[in-house]
């Protein structure tokens, strides 16, 4: 046995020498990360962590670490901060988890803002329900839906928000991506009609697609650094049949957050190749496997593209919009994870079969043409109403 002890210590030695280039290595991409962020690094000396400050687009930043032990054993979190002025109430707004309904049982109170989607999606807690509900605009509300779907670990609070990761972070597009995620998501909360507008957002929810991808990229031409509008711009192009602008408009992103989830799902939905279908989709069976489940935005798309593009389509529902140009049908209700209870419309430009009313009930037909994930529509080519 003690001949053996020689070559123990060499290898123990050869794992805490190796342990450290490692370590030394994170170090550097940390401080890459702060000259291309424009942050400050300080600490990092030896085996201990450095930590990142500075201001972003007006944002105070922090990106540090934290260790959390439980038994022997311990872990390493990243953690991202990005603050704004404050609101002038306490709050906590994050993802509902799966044990919300047993902590709410507790009396961990749960304030709803009357939006049912919004409610289902998250548990908020503050001290002024009325101011937080003025603050939640539709834009806002969006905002924070596709981020928490991306980044189930953000937390927002009164004056910053929160992202933590379970590791020391050694790859710099995720240090970059995440936390310019973040600033766009602060931006938006400190001025809320500085970006993606209430309007945009309930224009796009009635299927003026190409209106909004005109608007939003104003916005972005005067803001380009804000990842939250350029996600929703490449959203509305792709959901309006503009591939080809909205990989454009992507390749720009990708140099901006090249590891945002959306991203790099964004890229692969945009080359998902479109097979045509023949046969006739149960609406049921279509709303539940493309939006009952946690899919994200780009996930349905795909998915989309794969099993339901062109399909012919003859369902019955009831019409929320109508006009001579564009008709909305609501043809499903589908519960999900994140979004909560929610409708599924069908749009229809330039509809045969006469003027209907809204409130009544219709038979819609034509032909699968895109998916809008975000909001739920659906797009036809060639629609037909008829009345039951």
């Known amino acids: 046995m003690a001949a053996f002890i020689p070559i123990i210590v060499l290898l123990v030695a050869l794992i805490a020498y190796l342990a450290w280039k490692s370590h030394q290595r994170t170090i550097e991409t940390w401080r890459s990360v702060a000259a291309d962020l424009g942050l400050a690094a300080s600490g990092g000396g030896g085996m201990s962590r450095p930590t990142l400050n500075g201001t972003i687009q007006g944002h105070p930043v922090t990106i540090d670490t934290y260790v959390v032990r439980s038994g022997n054993s311990s872990t390493t979190y990243t953690r991202y901060r990005v603050g704004y002025p404050r609101f002038g109430f306490d709050l906590t707004l994050k993802r509902e988890g799966a044990f919300s309904a047993i902590t709410k049982l507790f009396g961990q109170q749960d304030v709803e803002i009357g939006d049912e989607l919004f409610d289902d999606a998250f548990l908020v807690k503050t001290s002024d329900p009325g101011r937080l509900k003025k603050l939640l605009t539709p834009s806002v509300r969006t905002g924070l839906l596709r981020l928490l779907a991306s980044y189930g670990s953000a937390v927002v609070h009164q004056d910053h928000i929160i992202a933590t990761r379970g590791r020391f972070e050694s790859d710099a597009e995720v240090l970059k991506s995440t936390t310019q995620r973040l600033v766009a998501t602060a931006r938006l909360l400190a001025s809320p009609d500085a970006g ?139 519960h999900n994870d994140l979004y909560g209870n929610t409708d599924i419309d069908v749009v229809v430009e330039n509809p045969t079969g006469g003027l209907v009313a809204v409130g009544e009930m219709v038979t819609v037909s034509g032909t699968l043409d895109t998916v809008d994930p975000l909001v739920r529509n659906l797009y036809l080519r060639g629609g037909v109403l008829g009345r039951r």
């Open 196 to 334: 993606v507008t209430d309007e945009m957002v309930l224009d796009r929810e009635q299927g003026l697609l190409d209106d909004v991808a005109g608007r939003i990229r104003e916005r972005i031409e005067t803001a380009p650094d804000d990842v939250d509008q350029r996600i929703f711009e490449v959203e509305t192009l792709a959901a309006s049949g503009h591939e080809d602008a909205a990989a454009e408009r992507l390749a720009e992103l990708e140099r901006l957050a090249p590891a945002d989830p959306d991203v790099v799902g964004w890229k692969e939905a945009l080359q998902t190749e479109r097979i045509p279908r023949s046969s006739s989709v149960d609406v049921d069976a279509l709303a539940k496997d493309l939006f009952g489940g946690d899919d994200l935005s780009f996930e349905t798309r795909s998915k989309f593209n794969a099993q339901y593009a062109d399909a012919p389509v003859s369902w019955q529902g009831v019409v929320k919009k109508a006009d001579p140009e564009q008709v909305i049908v609501t043809v499903a209700n589908v």
